[in-house]
DNA sequence: CTTTAATTCAAACATCTGTTTCAATCGTAC
DNA sequence: GTACGATTGAAACAGATGTTTGAATTAAAG
């Protein structure tokens, strides 16, 4: 086994520990027992939980940001272009189609995903302080383009309605856990049980990756814009 | 010192604790500490961890669905008399005002809101599960009448865009931690640099509980109805 | 083949976890 | 005041946690 082999499956089986059950209920005995490594490979390899967590959320969040900034940077350059500002709709799309689309792209993705949304949520410390170290850059440059969009709307007001529509998209990965569907577990429950109620009530349609980015994109937007 | 007051100091430290540092990352000790209480007194009064987690959740939780309840049944009623269907915004209203609102109505309700913000994003088990057999009940009243309020609306795309205003809703909760104030991490650092680079930048003003409540129904209400 | 460094492994480390035990204490009814 | 059930307290429980150790193994270089 070399280096880059051991490496490597500790990260992937971290990944899908953490996104499955947290950070701080997942061991280190579970991760390197999925992993097929010695408890002692963590430490050697990464020095500490924690730097195994920024080394987890480092490996998929530099080229997922990389690629958020690349379309959000296309997006103001073609306003520019055409001596226009920036659209609500178009800033709100290169926000989100990257994110939820990242799933996709790499088989270990749609953990990660999973991962992040739960990330943001976890208890402050540890987990928010490693993702936010990566997400700063992004969002920064992010709500810039969002005042050239509406320059009418006074900082507060865009600000909160951007910290709205960061919880939409941040619950949408949280739920985006198995199926990758917004099956949430409330719903569940809930359209058994009007089912019931209603006649002629259809179960609702499976919905695809493509339909989830564009009302998640509808949403936040018209939430923005109100 | 009696039962209730004991019980009552567990609660109420439990509660604060939980919603700092969520329940894995909260230690029956730590509890037991800030209550000023001896350690076993948990397990002599509630059973387990999980259980205590039950009766901090059951304490806010029960009259605030009442709450909430009562409110929807009211909006619906009062549509109804009119022959009218209840409007998007009447129920979202409905749905976010007691729950944001609830924080001033009690000292330690600002600790639960955060709390109930956090349970629903923590890593599934144990918080999830208690959590949800408190808040079926409401949901399953809220879609039937979103379904009324909105009829033309395939069920899949409303039950996906509810699942947008839970995630605005939790993530409004789980910010409201500190100040109360939507002063989310992320921003307080951009805010800095955004200060920097623009020229004649405002700090953004301070926003009160009947604004935030305002923006956030206005915000879910425009998303539901895109 | 020998040497040398990198890596793996089993075992132990100290500490923390939720829970239990059982004697000491408290409040109350007789 | 005495007896009795409810409550508290200090201590210990068994198990899990992240981390460290030092010898064994592997891979590459001379």
């Known amino acids: 086994m070399n280096r880059v082999g051991t490496q490597k499956k500790i990260l992937d089986a971290a990944e899908l520990l953490f996104s499955e059950s947290g950070y701080y209920s997942t061991s280190l005995r579970e991760i390197t027992a999925k992993a097929g490594v010695n408890v002692a490979a963590v430490n050697y390899h990464f020095g500490s939980k924690e730097a195994l967590l920024d080394n987890v959320l480092e490996r998929r969040l530099a080229p997922l940001n990389k690629l958020r900034l690349q379309m959000l940077d296309a997006v103001c350059a073609e306003a520019k272009d055409r001596g226009r500002r920036p659209s609500v709709k178009a800033l709100m799309h290169a926000f ?125 937007t018209a939430g923005m814009e109100a």
Do not use: W
């Open 96 to 220: 989100i189609a990257p994110t939820i689309g990242f799933r996709d792209s790499d088989a270990g993705s749609k953990n990660f995903v999973a991962l992040v949304g739960r990330a943001i949520s976890e208890p402050s410390g540890t987990v928010q302080r490693s993702f936010f170290k990566f997400m700063e850059p992004f969002i920064t440059v992010m709500i810039d383009s969002l005042h050239e969009a509406l320059p009418d709307l006074p900082a507060e007001l865009l600000l909160l309605r951007f910290h709205f529509s960061v919880g939409t998209l941040v619950h949408i990965l949280r739920a985006n856990n198995g199926a990758g569907l917004p099956e949430q577990r409330c719903m569940a429950g809930d359209r058994a049980k009007h089912k019931e109620r209603k006649k002629g009530y259809e179960e609702p349609k499976a919905i695809t990756t493509a339909t989830l980015v564009d009302e998640a994109v509808n949403f936040v």
